[in-house]
């Protein structure tokens, strides 16, 4: 397996092995949703074939956050409460007021629930133990704080921080695209994108297209900087740069494919390689952005 995008943590503080992941990730498994519940979350095996919810590969470990939602789509909610509104209008001669349509829709939703499809989604983490570090495979804000804030609260006196950079990701981007030096095992291919500083955040989208300095500096004198900027590194892993330090869409280039035999050798060989190779690539990437603050 590969992780397409990465929001990197710094770990702070915790005694923490495979084993006290083990123990405290099985004390708070997923459960499925109760009939009156949106929404349960909890630990599940990274592996639907394994039992195990720690994968520890030497020092690099793979667990994954379930969560199960019940899909109640407002659309539903709203014609059932209509049909319910309108016939109490009709049996009480008037209209219903703000309150009334309020609680006839929450009695809705309770009606509903237990009808309702329940969807799960896994988010994975790798724990760099090397490093101390934690990586989500994840481009989404809001996943990466639950995955966090369920960590945390399973995980007794681990301490996580984001992880920061001297030189800040949009800063160094916008030197590289006038002409600064690249560090020699990064070269820029051919997307980038440049936002206004104003309030309108005007923005140019380069797709597919060689990045000329002189044509990106004549934007960047103009007031844009670089949030967005496609690298490869070590002619071995393409990715996208963003300005708030997340890589992603990751992409192994061909020299990093192997074959195996069998599925779970195959997940080994995924992993054993994707650990090894992304942990370096997130040190180049930090190196290259002056070093950790």
Known sequence: ????????????????????????????????????EMQSRGWLPPRDEQTNFVLAFGQHWLIALGVEKKLLPAAVINQHA????ANIEQMQGYKAGKKQVRDIKESTIIELL?????????????ID?????????TASANKAEEFID?????????????LDTKISPSTAMTRWLTGDDLPSIFTVDR???LQGMNDEKETIKYTCHVLDAEETGRHIRAGKKAIKLAMTWDSKISFVLHDNLQLRRIAP??????????????????????????SQLITDVIDALGGED
């Open 82 to 85: 209509k049909t319910r509104i």
């Open 253 to 278: 280039q061909d020299i990093l494919k192997e074959s195996a035999e069998s599925a779970e050798e195959l997940f080994v060989s995924d992993f054993t390689i994707m650990s090894g190779e992304l």
């Open 1 to 36: 397996m590969w992780f397409r995008n990465l929001q990197i943590y710094r770990i702070t503080g915790g005694n923490i092995t495979p084993n006290s992941f083990e123990e405290a990730l099985s004390q708070h498994a997923l459960q499925a949703c109760m009939q009156m």
């Open 191 to 193: 997307d980038c994108e």
């Open 129 to 137: 133990a090397v490093n101390n570090r934690l990586i989500l495979d």
């Open 150 to 162: 369920a960590l945390l609260k399973t995980m007794q006196g681990i301490t996580l921080a984001p």
């Open 114 to 126: 237990p009808r309702a499809f329940a969807q799960r989604h896994k988010t994975y983490a790798w």
